[in-house]
């Protein structure tokens, strides 16, 4: 498609197209420009795999990536006989390089194509099928052309950013000219360099094949191509619950495909009372009410549909909603309850549906088993006919009753059934330490929440604080030397002790004692002085010695430090200070002499 200018408007054309081809930035001119190292006299000779695009405008200002080998250090990148305005080295395999204007603006001729070649130090790259760039033909004194549309085709939800490429489209046109059918093109979010001869925008929703047409100056032009919409209606598998008050107010997950765009939502010949596009496979939705409030009648089953710009859900059994009977006069009935499960810890958001509920039933008059049910700490928007509770903590499975104004319970023929499982430990952390414990240890997993013990092999531990359901803390029994599995119990069990570093943690043998400094290391004869020991290993300390002497107090602060009392001895001697554990002793150094004063 194209238009050819009045002649008095050539030169005025002529010197907008120079215009826009002269205000490209030539990314380099020279190797040495972009700072490319000189080619190593090892390097071969460069080879072209690949160039992207290929094709462009004969006007130049084509950007295009040139992937090979042997490319460091080009001195010079050529399209045909043409040198490439400019070009830069990305790395060793590959160029980025500007296509030349190989026409002037006022030409019109066909397209050619052409190698490009990358020349180095080495030589220059072997034409193949590989390298060829196809210039289009010369756009000449035309307003515009557009040559191509990519892609064709794209959901009916619209947003498919597609690239008109051709003479003059991003300087003549705006998206706002482009039409597809009868909706208008829309900006794409994309930010990517375009030229004069390309322009990108984002397609509106749509059905079917649609011409892609362009408005400009009140008038419509057809262009060569068309716009294909792709999808197919949505399809329902499956409504929760399936059932409902006739009055309305049931929350329905809806579970399908194709759900984006949604327009329309009905249970059966009623609009759905509200609903929500969760994704494009899950509708959350309001049951509509279809009877007045003082009516009596049997309830009805309806099927549940979804309309998009591309159609309405089939029918089949899978999209079934069940209405129950009208209330009438009924005081009240419970028709539906959902979810029926959740979890042994309690506080599952319940919804029962049925006549009256909302009108005189509460929270403390709904029991699961024989523990009354719990008011919900973030309820949902309810009706006279819906009641919200929130589960307290059970196991297994209880029926759910009402005990009106303090009565006895009445069964309703729902029942809720607790789930839950046995812990499970993913890591222990830190995974070791001393025989006698009493170290604080992290521990991961599952399935933490309502933990009534923690065993470290045989013993259990003297104390334990949960965090959430996937961490607790420990205090670490005594035990003997060696791995043994750490274990977690809840009301569903213990977690199994497996063969893996991950639920297991190693008491350590007790280390030789090793002194690195000691403060004060000189006192009075008469002895008495409190000296400070640091080293590693001294938290199994059975005596400590000044010379050949037992000192007859010591205190053991930690791992690293103990504190002893210094005994008498002769003014000016130096003796050594050992500290002695059952597997040995410190070893004399010159930080362990204590001299008298």
């Not at 794409?188 to 362009?214: E, H, Q, Y």
């Not at 209880?398 to 812990?423: D, K, M, W």
Request: proline share 9%.
């Amino acid at each position: 498609m194209g238009f050819v200018l009045p002649k008095a408007n050539f030169k005025r054309l002529a010197v907008g197209l120079v215009a826009t081809t002269s205000v490209l930035v030539p990314i380099s001119t020279s190797a040495s420009a972009v700072g490319v190292a000189a080619a190593t006299s090892s390097q071969g000779v460069p080879t072209v795999s690949n160039v992207s695009p290929s094709g462009g405008s004969p006007h130049g200002g084509t950007l295009v990536t040139i992937s090979g080998t042997n490319l460091s250090g080009a001195t010079a990148v050529r399209f045909g006989s043409y040198p490439a305005s400019s070009f830069s080295q990305v790395n060793s395999n590959s160029l980025n390089a500007v296509s030349p204007n190989i026409l002037p603006p006022d030409a019109g001729t066909n397209g050619e194509t052409v190698d490009i070649t990358v020349t180095t130090p080495a030589g220059t790259s072997q034409t193949s099928s590989n390298d060829q760039f196809t210039f289009a033909p010369a756009c000449g004194l035309i307003v515009y052309t557009i040559q191509s549309v990519s892609p064709t085709s794209g959901p009916y939800s619209g947003g498919t950013n597609v690239t008109i490429t051709g003479c003059y489209v991003g300087t003549q046109l705006n998206y706002s000219d482009i039409y597809f059918g009868n909706s208008q093109a829309r900006p794409s979010p994309l930010m990517i360099p375009v030229t004069a001869n390309t322009l990108l925008l984002s397609t509106p929703p749509g059905t079917g094949t649609v011409p892609i047409s362009v408005h400009l100056n009140g008038n419509t032009t057809p262009t060569n191509f068309n716009f294909t919409y792709t999808g197919s209606a949505p399809i329902v598998t499956s409504v929760s619950p399936n059932s409902g008050s006739p009055y309305g107010g049931t929350s329905v997950t809806i579970t399908g495909t194709g759900f984006t765009g949604t327009s329309a939502v009905s249970f059966g010949t009623h609009p759905a009372e509200s609903f929500s596009v969760v994704s494009d496979t899950q509708i959350s939705a309001v049951s509509p009410g279809i009877v007045p409030p003082d009516v009596g009648t049997n309830g009805q089953t309806v099927d549940i549909t979804v309309t998009t710009v591309a159609g309405t859900s089939p029918i089949s059994p899978s999209d079934q909603f069940s209405f129950g009977s009208a209330c009438g006069f009924i005081v009240y009935s419970v028709q539906s309850v959902s979810p029926t499960s959740g979890p042994s810890s309690g506080g599952t958001l319940v919804l029962l549906s049925g006549c009256d509920l909302g009108m005189h039933l509460s929270a403390s008059d709904l029991y699961f088993g024989s523990s009354q049910a719990l008011a919900p700490k973030n309820p949902p928007p309810t009706s006279v006919n819906t009641l919200a509770v929130a589960s307290p903590p059970g196991t297994g499975t209880v029926p759910i009753s009402i005990a009106l104004n303090g009565g006895t319970p009445q069964p309703t023929s729902f029942n809720f059934t607790y789930t839950g499982s046995a812990p499970t430990v993913t890591s222990v952390s830190p995974n070791s330490g001393s025989l006698k414990g009493g170290n604080i240890v992290a521990i991961r997993g599952t399935g933490f929440k309502g933990t009534t013990s923690v065993q470290f092999g045989s013993n259990q531990t003297p104390f334990f604080s949960v965090v959430d359901d996937t961490l607790l803390y420990v205090i670490v029994p005594p035990s003997t030397e060696g791995p043994i599995a750490v274990t977690v119990t809840n009301a569903y069990g213990t977690s199994s002790a497996v063969n893996s570093v991950s639920d297991r943690y190693t008491y350590l043998p007790p280390g030789i004692p090793a002194v690195t400094s000691m403060s004060p290391n000189s006192g009075p004869a008469s002895g008495g002085t409190v000296v400070k020991i640091t080293g590693t290993d001294l938290e199994n300390t059975i005596s400590v010695q000044f010379g050949a002497s037992t000192t007859p107090f010591f205190y053991i602060a930690s791992p690293t430090l103990l504190y002893v009392f210094s005994i008498p001895g002769q003014s000016g001697q130096t003796v050594p200070v050992m500290v002695n554990a059952k597997n040995g002793s410190s070893v004399e150094t010159a930080a362990t002499e204590f001299t008298y004063k």
